[in-house]
């Protein structure tokens, strides 16, 4: 039977965390099960983001943009938390994307939940180093803070001001949960976004995470400052944060994964079934895997995002019961994936690392306490 290939645009993956690369190999599942978001932040991910080092770190990125590009998705906004390695980190994950020849914008998430202030400056430091040495080329760096609810009005002024002479955007967690909401009303302010205005954090072409808590009149505001939402269906349902209703009054909105693997078809199947049950306009919400093709172009250009190209098989009989198949990758012009397999590495070797550094990670994640 010939072979029925459409041509597409890559995908874009506009939030997620190359550091989770390792989750789907077998990450242990706390006991008891948190019962909050608060709680999965604290017995999970920030336990995770603790146990991270250099090796673990290179094998989860290395494994996580292997199968991005496998599945068609050329372009990752990353957002990166290590608290044990945060000098270099982005050098790691950068490695990663330049060795399989992803496309990607790189940031640390400055946080003072562990360090206090000298931690969220050490993340800063990361970026501004990381965005000096990558102005052009396929991996840029931007100006990260984890969430306004693990920092400092310090910070938050500082990050604003670091991006703007940088001239790169902030990407920023903002009203995930109500406990954003919470934290930022117990610090005088209305929401987690009039704090982050209040303190000049978002320049121009910021991209801000969740936003489930945000009102409409939230979102028509970001959309008003030049601002990006990302949406990340799979997270909110599967840590029951709530559906994201309000973005649907703003253009400026892309798709997100949030750390789950970077398949945007995948994501896509999430969104329409959310979109559906929560009373969204579905065309309105598929509009966004499209829409995270115009955040990059603002980023890395027009052309070069055009350059960034998918061949998926697409015969009734592939289709049947399965998503499209990708069949060839190019990434500025050039091929990363020829006929299902990677042209620069082998998936058998970063998988077989990949597999051998989990099982390290757990173990060393598990003698990690949780914090209050």
């Known amino acids: 039977m010939k072979r029925h290939l459409v041509e597409r645009a890559g995908a874009v993956n506009a ?45 989860a990125a290395r494994y996580y943009v292997a199968h991005a590009l496998l599945s068609g998705t050329t372009t990752i906004v990353d957002h990166h938390e290590s608290p044990g390695l945060i000098a270099g980190s982005l050098d790691v994950l950068a490695a990663a994307c330049d060795e399989l020849g992803a496309r990607a914008l790189l940031c640390y998430g400055a946080t003072e ?43 938050l002024l500082e990050a604003g001001d670091l991006a703007r002479s940088l001239d790169v955007p902030v990407h920023v967690h903002v009203a995930e949960d109500v406990a954003d909401v919470e934290d930022a009303k117990a610090r005088g302010h209305e929401s987690p976004l009039a704090r982050l205005l209040a303190y000049d954090a978002l320049p121009e072409g910021s991209l801000l995470a969740h936003g489930v808590h945000l009102t409409e009149a939230e979102v028509s505001t970001c959309e008003s400052k030049g601002l990006w939402l990302v949406h990340n269906p799979r997270s909110n349902a599967n840590n029951r944060v709530g559906y994201a209703s309000a973005l649907s009054v703003s253009s400026r909105v892309a798709l997100g994964t949030d750390g789950f693997p970077a398949d945007m078809e995948e994501e896509l199947v999430v969104l329409r079934d959310e979109a559906s049950r929560h009373g969204d306009v579905v065309a309105t919400a598929e509009a ?72 390290r990670l757990w173990k060393k994640m598990e003698e990690i306490p949780c914090r209050s």
């Open 15 to 59: 939030h997620t965390h190359l550091y989770s690369g390792l989750v789907p190999l077998g990450m242990p599942a706390p006991f008891p099960r948190p019962a909050t978001f608060l709680e999965i932040l604290r017995h999970v991910w920030w336990r995770l983001d603790r146990a991270l080092d250099q090796d673990t770190l290179r094998a």
């Open 113 to 155: 939940r562990n360090g206090g202030r000298d931690e969220a400056c050490a993340g800063l430091e990361e970026c501004r180093r990381f965005c000096e040495a990558h102005k052009e080329g396929l991996v840029r760096g931007a100006i990260g803070l984890h969430a306004s609810f693990t920092v400092s009005d310090a910070t």
């Open 288 to 359: 966004r895997l499209g829409t995270g093709r115009a955040l990059a172009a603002e980023i890395f250009g027009k052309d070069a995002i055009l350059s960034d190209r998918v061949w998926r098989e697409e015969s009734p009989e592939v289709l049947r019961g399965s998503l499209p198949r990708v069949v060839h990758v190019e990434v500025g012009g050039e091929p990363v994936v020829r006929d299902g397999a990677l042209v620069r590495a082998s998936i058998t070797e970063i998988e077989a690392e990949a597999r051998s550094s989990a099982a």
